[in-house]
């Protein structure tokens, strides 16, 4: 016999700020996994390379960024095999940027389903983040490969213990990139301009942070202006990733903790200004 | 033992912004701002109107809805009508949290699943029991839910040898059997259905409707209702509320609510167009009537009258006929015809203009017209109930005239002495 709970409800036209209704996410679970499910099913069913593609965007990027940066430009590496540098900071980049610009569209994206029907909106940009997961799985792989590829061909580099953060990196880049496309998905509903900046701006972003050069390059050649970089809150993570699985890189416990404060900020008010607009944008968009 | 309140509105009131949203509207913001930090009223509310969409106000902002209180008690079936723009759907939306209310309260008891539209997030690339499970979902069921009532939505879906097909296969009549079946096995207390059952075919919408009806009557759930076929209406609900321009000017028995509409309907519908958007499969874009070549709702003469039916085909392969019907206002139906009963019709993408002459044996009174079209396996592409009404006007002859029939047709008698 199954419990039958009275459900007591109230709609009413001013909601409480902080009301981040997290409990109501946690029954729609199911959704969550069964939206995931879908977006995996439905990019095979639509490609002929299927995963493949998974790998191939990296791929070749970091061939293009090895040829143009590394041996055009002759930027520094930290003295780490080209590729793999380039590679590493892609990979990670890549999760974040995809995070970051599909939720800052979400609402767009779906205002079909939402003018429809009422379900936790903050399911949509967490199933986002889970099917991005698959992904960036996929081309950790491809890192991981490359990794034992230069291993067996004697590259120097070495795994430090930093390697054990990799779950808390990846829930750090998530969780940025959540709470920034949300911030932007909400503030598009109204202002489409900023749908155009992220366009770009998500691009410009990558060169303010580490992926096509190490930081201690950047602090020697520009030390005035270092501190762009440094404030952007994915150089840390990038810099812990880097230091993790190949051994160079500025990892400090303080600019991570930094970086974890940042995310966390941006998560709190991504959720909350996320959580006011999703009540009525779907008069507005 | 009074019955419990499962719905309470207090107060409800929705406004929209007409006419471009996004141009204006920082320093748009900034004012408001500005006045709530003062503690003043939002100063491009106080300038509202009522919602008459028929008049140009000199406000771009109207209520859509304006000060609705109404109670339902649980296991009513309410059924809510109202012209196009009267706030039917905006009220549905609240209801079902879609949107935010502009002020004002509701409360209510128990789970609400509402079915605003069939199939929301179904995916084509994914297969029928995929979608089930999707679908159910989004309409808030838990996965085990759904795998303990499946066959039940199978079943009552009648799609049983292509639950593993993909629904881009499905015809449309079966993708909304499917969608239907999930939404109508949902567990809840109160189920909002909003005009879902104009697709579909009549044999599956008798279904649909005694569904609710068993939900209503029998499960003790509160149904409400939103439709334009009054038909509908009356065989399922109790109760009715009617809404004018954003506020409640009935809230009785169905059918004297029914009665109150079509008299009040009727100077409005001389032309019906269609508020179906971008949607590809949107075929009939206007319906009206002419008499003598002039748009009219009152046939004054019996000839000359002409029933217009503007078709824009995008999709040639899909479409195939145009049929439409006309009814009395007691929802009996007076006869039927299709673009077949010239000749078979070979339509290519376009526009078409449809003229076909109303009857002259039609008796003075009031009636109202169906239009749908179908596809190539003549299910149902777009059917809309009561497009337009129109007053056939008899001669001071015909009026005293009080023979019985729904039609008057006078004949040829052959009358000779033995």
Redesign the interface.
Same mark, same amino acid.
């Given at each position: 016999m199954q419990h039958k709970e009275e459900h007591n409800w109230t709609i009413e036209s001013k909601a409480s700020l902080f009301d981040l209704k997290l409990n109501e996410v946690w029954a729609y679970r199911d959704l969550l996994a069964l939206l995931v499910r879908r977006d995996f099913v439905s990019f095979y069913k639509q490609t002929i390379l299927g995963p493949l593609w998974f790998f191939i965007q990296p791929l070749f990027t970091t061939i293009i960024f090895t040829f143009i940066f590394g041996n055009l430009a002759g930027i520094s590496t930290d003295g780490l095999p080209k590729p793999l540098f380039y590679m590493a900071g892609i990979t990670a980049w890549n999760y974040f940027s995809d995070c970051l610009t599909k939720t800052s569209t979400v609402f767009r994206d779906n205002a079909g389903i939402f003018g429809k029907v009422y379900f936790p909106r903050l399911i949509m940009p967490l199933s986002i983040v889970v099917s991005n997961l698959v992904r960036f799985g996929v081309q950790m792989i491809l890192f991981l490969l490359m990794m034992s590829y230069y291993y067996l061909n004697g590259a120097s580099f070495h795994i430090t213990s930093t390697i054990l953060l990799f779950p808390l990196i990846v829930v750090l880049m998530a969780l940025l990139g959540l709470g920034a496309g949300m911030i932007i998905s909400a503030m598009t509903t109204k202002y489409r301009d900023l749908a155009f900046l992220v366009g770009f701006g998500v691009q410009l972003l990558m060169y303010t942070t580490t992926v096509i050069y190490p930081l201690s390059t950047a602090l020697t050649k520009y030390p005035e202006y270092a501190w762009i970089i440094e404030y952007n809150p994915m150089t840390p993570i990038l810099e812990t990733f880097r230091y993790g699985f190949l051994g160079e890189g500025s990892f400090s416990w303080g600019s991570l903790g930094y970086a974890i404060g940042v995310t966390m900020g941006l998560l709190v008010f991504g959720i909350v200004i996320f959580n006011k607009v999703e009540r009525t944008f779907v008069d507005t968009v | 033992m009074s019955k419990k309140i499962s719905i309470r509105v207090e107060n409800l009131s929705k406004a929209?912004?007409l006419g471009q949203?996004?141009t204006g509207? *920082?320093s748009r913001d900034l004012e408001r701002w500005y006045a709530k930090v003062r503690g003043k009223e939002d100063p491009f509310l106080r300038i509202g109107e009522a919602n008459d969409r028929s008049t140009k106000g000199d406000s771009d902002i109207v209520w859509s809805l304006k000060d609705i209180n109404f109670e339902i008690e649980q296991g009513d079936a309410v059924g809510i009508i109202g012209r196009n723009g009267a706030g039917k759907s905006t009220l549905l939306? *609240?209801? !079902?949290?879609?949107? +935010?209310?502009? !002020?004002?309260? *509701?409360? %209510?008891? %128990?789970? *609400?699943a !509402?079915l605003?539209?069939v199939g929301? %997030?179904f995916?084509p690339?994914?297969s029928g029991r995929?979608n089930i499970?999707?679908n159910g +979902?989004?309409? %808030?069921?838990?996965?085990k839910e759904i795998q303990r009532k499946l066959e039940e939505i199978v079943d009552f879906a009648g799609i049983e040898r292509y639950l593993d097909t993909?629904v881009k296969r499905y015809s449309s009549g079966m993708y909304v059997r499917l969608a239907f079946a999930v939404a109508a096995h949902l567990e809840s207390?109160i189920l909002i259905v909003d005009e879902v059952l104009a697709v579909g075919d009549a044999e599956f919408q008798k279904k649909c409707l005694g569904k609710m009806g068993e939900v209503s009557k029998g499960e003790g759930r509160t149904v409400l209702f939103v439709s334009h076929n009054m038909g509908s209406v009356k065989e399922l609900c109790t109760k009715s509320i009617l809404l004018t321009n954003g506020y409640i000017s009935d809230y009785t028995n169905t059918s004297a609510v029914i009665q109150k509409y079509l008299k009040h309907n009727i100077k409005d519908s001389s032309i019906w167009i269609s508020q179906q958007s971008t949607n590809d499969i949107a075929l009939i874009k206007q319906v009206w009537i002419t008499n003598n070549s002039i748009i009219a709702n009152k046939l004054f003469t019996k000839k000359n009258n002409y029933l217009n039916i503007k078709l824009d085909i995008k999709d040639n392969i899909m479409f195939k006929t145009i049929g439409f019907e006309i009814l009395t206002k007691e929802d009996i139906s007076i006869f039927c015809s299709h673009d077949y009963d010239v000749a078979s019709q070979h339509y290519t993408k376009g526009i078409y203009h449809l003229k076909i002459p109303v009857p002259e044996n039609l008796r003075p009174g009031q009636y109202y017209v169906n239009v749908g079209t179908n596809d190539t396996d003549l299910s149902t592409i777009e059917y809309f109930q009561a497009v337009i009404d129109f007053e056939v006007l008899g001669s001071i002859e015909e009026l005293k005239d009080l023979r019985p029939g729904l039609i008057y047709y006078p004949l040829n008698w052959s009358i000779t002495k033995e």
């Open positions: - | 929209y912004q949203i996004g509207t *920082i939306k *609240i209801l !079902s949290k879609v949107t +935010a209310p502009t !002020s004002g309260k *509701i409360s %209510g008891r %128990g789970r *609400i !509402s605003l539209e929301t %997030g995916h690339e994914l995929e499970f999707l +979902a989004i309409l %808030g069921m838990r996965k993909p207390e």
